[in-house]
């Protein structure tokens, strides 16, 4: 329950939180971003608009359309930023997706300026390009926010999806020097990973570099909350509280 | 078993084979060049070398002697070519890995040259940057192969590691103007992917424009094989000759 989430959060010291859409369906946003601030949490974003890409009209227009919707659900929650997923299908190239999702974040911007809640474009790891998001590197998302050019559209980098690109240092620095770090999202690689989707390690878990990207990150000017954002079936198994508590610790010592 | 492979992929109409050095551990490699050669199999290469990168130093020479005994495996076989599946350790930084593999192919050239066989870098989707390969793009190939700077050294470019890249058509042209484009791997990326390692599609079943990018590495002048390179768990378990008949059927339709 999202009232049980918020009161755990803050009592393990957390200051704020990222709010799924999923999680507040019956609650709705007006109560939840009430339950999140009782608790003293900033809300940081609401999860996750995009899926833009389809093989048909109707299907691409539906998708903007539950965007107009996510957008209003934030600035109802009280979240600043929308997180992107921007999306792929199987049926449609990959530059017909990025062109589809491009378009799609244009369609969104005035929307986004009305309800003064930001966009920020997720790239995902190569690994969901097939399904989730054809926007797989950071330099693919800058060249977007250059293309669309707005301060509402930004991008949320997250060291699991982006860890492995050779660019990723400069990216970081060139998006920063941009104004467009919106958000920064961590977790750890496992080896071996057992799921694509489920598998992800508390920090300090796996082999990715945290410290320095955020190092990187904030030497850009990222000024943000650091997020953690881990899906495990293997730790959603465990004690939750237990979770919870390694979390905090794994935060501290390798964050 | 080898001899059966051979007369196998003889049958189907396949014109050459890649040997994987497991396979012909118990025959030797004079054996195994004589049987597939005397099915009409021209032997396009050997799989695999590399697994460079370690935390020891006697990790890394344990490595290079392992590839110094490779190379003379593939010219005893008549093999022209060895794939290099370049290496990572999660506890080995990104940068140290890439430095420590560069370092090895260097090491190797004089190996190469004086047994007449070429080393291919195969640039390996991010997903096994944490243990696999620190090599993840083949943009990273070329600026190894560019810095190791020998004709005996070059890049194996699979389309299912590669197909996410916006830059691989480009990337592609790069590579065949330096006249490093070596060999050429398909297969399909399969939504969902249930496995990182062994769930891998036959052409046609996924979403790579195999076609599309074969063009491409065609009009950067590549004229080698096209070797289809499919691990699925799923597919292992049928029938292998229906197995062999659908990959030839799917080889002309899609690839």
Same mark, same amino acid.
């Given at each position: 329950?999202? @009232?049980?989430?918020?009161?755990?959060?803050?009592?393990?010291?957390?200051?704020?939180?990222?709010?799924?859409?999923?999680?507040?369906?019956?609650?709705?946003? +007006?109560?939840? =971003?009430?339950?999140? &601030?009782? #608790?003293?949490?900033?809300?940081?974003?609401?999860? &996750?608009?995009?899926?833009?890409? @389809?093989?048909?009209?109707?299907?691409?227009?539906?998708?903007?359309? $539950?965007?107009?919707?996510?957008?209003?659900?934030?600035?109802?929650?009280?979240?600043?930023?929308?997180?992107?997923? /921007?999306?792929?299908?199987?049926?449609? @190239?990959?530059?017909?997706?990025?062109? #589809?999702?491009?378009?799609?974040?244009?369609?969104?911007?005035?929307?986004?300026?009305?309800?003064?809640?930001?966009?920020?474009?997720?790239?995902?790891?190569?690994?969901?390009?097939?399904?989730?998001?054809?926007?797989?590197?950071?330099? #693919?998302?800058?060249?977007? /926010?250059?293309?669309?050019? @707005?301060?509402?559209?930004?991008?949320?980098? $997250?060291?699991?999806? +982006?860890?492995? $690109?050779?660019?990723?240092? =400069?990216?970081?620095?060139? /998006?920063?020097?941009?104004? &467009?770090?919106?958000?920064?999202?961590?977790?750890?690689?496992? +080896?071996?990973?057992?799921?694509?989707?489920?598998?992800?390690?508390?920090?300090?878990?796996? /082999?990715?570099?945290?410290?320095?990207?955020? *190092?990187?990150?904030?030497?850009? *000017?990222?000024? *943000?909350?650091?997020?953690?954002?881990?899906?495990?079936?293997?730790?959603?198994?465990?004690? #939750?509280? +237990?979770?919870?508590?390694?979390?905090?610790?794994?935060?501290?010592?390798?964050?």
């Amino acid at each position: 329950m999202f @009232s049980d989430a918020v009161s755990r959060y803050a009592a393990i010291g957390a200051k704020g939180i990222t709010v799924w859409r999923s999680a507040i369906e019956g609650l709705g946003p +007006t109560a939840a =971003g009430r339950l999140a &601030r009782d #608790q003293g949490l900033a809300i940081v974003s609401l999860c &996750r608009g995009g899926f833009f890409v @389809s093989g048909s009209e109707e299907g691409r227009r539906k998708a903007i359309d $539950d965007n107009r919707r996510c957008i209003e659900e934030a600035a109802t929650l009280g979240a600043p930023l929308v997180v992107l997923v /921007c999306g792929a299908d199987p049926g449609v @190239s990959l530059p017909e997706a990025r062109a #589809q999702i491009e378009e799609s974040i244009s369609a969104l911007v005035p929307d986004a300026a009305a309800s003064g809640v930001r966009l920020a474009i997720e790239p995902l790891h190569p690994m969901y390009a097939g399904d989730r998001s054809a926007v797989n590197t950071l330099a #693919q998302a800058r060249a977007i /926010c250059s293309r669309v050019d @707005s301060p509402w559209v930004g991008i949320a980098v $997250d060291v699991y999806h +982006t860890w492995w $690109d050779e660019r990723l240092e =400069g990216e970081l620095a060139a /998006c920063g020097a941009e104004g &467009r770090l919106f958000s920064f999202h961590i977790s750890d690689w496992l +080896t071996p990973t057992r799921d694509l989707l489920e598998d992800r390690g508390i920090m300090g878990e796996g /082999c990715i570099p945290i410290r320095e990207i955020r *190092g990187w990150a904030e030497r850009a *000017g990222f000024r *943000g909350f650091i997020e953690v954002e881990i899906f495990s079936r293997r730790l959603w198994e465990m004690d #939750q509280d +237990t979770y919870l508590e390694r979390i905090a610790a794994a935060f501290l010592s390798h964050a």
